[in-house]
């Protein structure tokens, strides 16, 4: 596949893995840059010294290109951009807010900048601020969200920037990709469909609890604490929804290590496990591979069809 996206990463397929804190391991992002995506590291809560290993791993793992994801909720965000600079990452995804300061200064080091966007305004401004291209990320999304669905996010996003967009939150298969593109879509992001794979480092029952999962099987907790995020349900993340309207303290202090509880021990009591709805059209643990080549067969059948179909 060519297209802006693939050009712009020097990539196969326009497949990105979505930076997932805890998950989105070296070894997970190494699999998906080596299958033709662009696998992400997710630094979430790492610090510069952590995310340096975590480079240093991945380039052990592939010669292919990849990214670095980084929230800009992370205390750390100013010493992980100078890490990112120094190690001439070819691309840095940015999460939760507006990373539009950091921007001239990676972009003169030739690295491919791409905000995540969960609204028109916000593409906007960043594409003003010099941004390559913006992942505009629906709520069906695992982990933190925003209000808008993905259809009319992308819709509304492409019809508002030049640059190019790519569509992530609840997709999972090649008919989606075809969907997001018949939006203008350029590329898609997938996060949960990635967490469900043999490379994937996530404990067991977070994969298990994955394939169980049906559409309906995921809840919002932190809405009332200003950062709503999407986690399978469980009697836990029941407790916090009805904790953080009584006693938002007391709800932040039970979520704080709760994604690590959920990827590394499996934590089922106390663990909050991020997945988008997408969470119910898994049914099966592939190798990354496996899903990349899928997806992009789908893609493929399911435009073909629809010129069949529809041009008839
Ligand atoms: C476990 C988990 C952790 C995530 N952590 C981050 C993160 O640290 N930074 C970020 O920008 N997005 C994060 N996300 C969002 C993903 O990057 C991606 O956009 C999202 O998963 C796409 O939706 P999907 O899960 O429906 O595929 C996370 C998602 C999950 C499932």
Known sequence: MTNRVTELLKIEYPILMGGMAWA????????????????????????????LEAIQTLRKLTDKPFGVNIMLASPYVDELVQVVLRESVPAVTFGAGNPAKYIPTLKEKGIVVMPVVASDS????????????????????????????????????????????????????????????ALGAEGIQMGTRFLATVESQVHENYKSRIL???????????????HPARVLKSPFANHIRQLE???????????????????????????????????GLIEQILPVEKVISEV???FFQTVERLCKEVLR
């Open 24 to 51: 989105g391991t070296a070894k997970l992002a190494a699999a998906v840059s080596n299958a033709g995506g662009l696998g992400v590291i997710g630094s979430g809560a790492m610090n510069a010294d952590q995310l």
């Open 212 to 226: 169980k999962a049906s559409i309906r099987d995921t809840v919002i907790t932190g809405a009332a604490l200003g």
């Open 122 to 181: 916000l593409a906007r401004l960043l594409e003003r601020s010099g941004a390559d291209a913006v992942i505009a990320e629906g709520m069906e999304s695992g982990g933190h969200i925003g209000e808008v669905s993905t259809l009319v996010l992308v819709d509304k996003v492409v019809r508002s920037v030049t640059i190019p967009v790519i569509a992530a939150g609840g997709i999972a298969d090649g008919r989606q990709m075809a969907a997001m593109f």
């Open 296 to 298: 992009v067969q789908e």
């Open 245 to 279: 309207a009584k006693s938002p303290l007391e709800a932040e202090q039970i979520l704080v290590g709760s994604l690590r509880r959920a990827v590394l021990e499996g934590d089922l009591e106390s663990g909050s496990f991020m997945a988008g709805q997408s969470a």
